[in-house]
C-alpha cells in the first residue's frame, strides 16, 4: 500500500490540484449565491466559507510542496516529521490528502483505524532508527491519551498553543479526515488535545513494546 499521489506524473498531479481548485471555486461561488439569497446581512459568511475551503484542501498543496522541498518527510505512510531544529523534532499523524490517496475504497472504517496506528507505530520506529538519541520528538493530538503515550516513551508537555490553534482552524479539515478513517461521520473534541514529547533514548527504550504492538497489529 501506498500513497498513490507520488505515483502520478508530474501533469497528473498537476491536473489533479487544477481540478481541486476549480471544483472549490464552484462551491465557494454557489454558497456565495445561497447566502446573497438569503440576506445581504449574512455576507460575511462568505469569508467563513472561503476559510473553511481553503481548511480543507490546503493539504493536497502543502504537504506535497513542504515534503518535495524537505521541509517534511515521511517515516511512514500516516506519520509525518518537520526538520530538526535545536535538536526537536515535530511529529505529525497522517492528513486528509494521505488517507484521500492511501485508503483503498472497500476498506472498512475499523481496519482503516487499524492501519492508521500501524503507520503511526511503524513511522516512530523508523525515526528512532535513524535518529540520534539526544533529539527530542513533540507532537500534538486529540487521539492519543497520556497512557498510550508514555507506553511509547512520550510524556505530557506543556499544551502547543500554535498547534492547538491550528488544529481548532482546520476543525472541519480534522473532522472529515477522521469520518474518512472511521467511514462514519466524527466531531473530534479538541478539549482532549494535549501536546507530548520525549527523546529518541526514551522512545528507544520502549522498542521492544512498539515492536509487540507492530506485530499484534499486522496479524
Do not use: C, W
Not at 15 to 39: R, Y
Request: glycine fraction near 4%; hydrophobic fraction near 45%; proline fraction near 2%.
Amino acid at each position: 500500500m501506498s500513497n498513490r499521489y507520488f505515483q502520478l506524473s508530474n501533469q497528473e498531479k498537476k491536473t489533479f490540484q487544477v481540478k481541486l481548485i476549480l471544483l472549490s471555486l464552484v462551491f465557494i461561488i454557489l454558497s456565495g449565491v445561497l447566502i446573497a439569497t438569503m440576506s445581504l446581512k449574512f455576507s460575511f459568511l462568505i469569508v467563513v466559507v472561503i476559510a473553511l475551503i481553503i481548511s480543507v484542501v490546503a493539504p493536497f498543496f502543502d504537504v506535497p510542496t513542504l515534503v518535495e522541498k524537505g521541509k517534511l518527510t515521511y517515516h511512514s505512510l500516516f506519520l509525518l516529521a518537520e526538520e530538526e531544529k535545536d535538536r526537536l523534532i515535530k511529529i505529525h499523524g497522517g492528513t486528509l490528502f494521505d488517507y484521500y490517496f492511501t485508503f483503498p475504497e472497500d476498506m472498512s472504517g475499523a481496519d482503516r483505524t487499524k492501519l492508521v496506528l500501524l503507520e503511526f507505530l511503524k513511522g516512530l520506529k523508523h525515526l528512532i532508527e535513524t535518529t540520534d538519541d539526544k533529539v527530542e520528538l513533540q507532537g500534538t493530538s486529540y487521539i492519543i491519551n497520556e497512557r498510550t503515550a508514555s507506553k511509547v516513551g512520550l510524556e505530557t508537555a506543556r499544551v502547543d498553543a500554535a498547534q492547538l490553534l491550528i488544529l481548532g482552524f482546520n476543525y472541519l479539515n480534522l473532522m472529515i479526515s477522521m469520518s474518512v478513517v472511521k467511514r462514519a461521520v466524527h466531531f473530534p473534541n479538541l478539549s482532549n488535545v494535549k501536546t507530548f514529547r520525549g527523546s529518541i533514548a526514551a522512545v528507544k527504550a520502549r522498542e521492544s513494546y512498539i515492536d509487540s504492538l507492530i506485530e499484534k497489529l499486522e496479524a
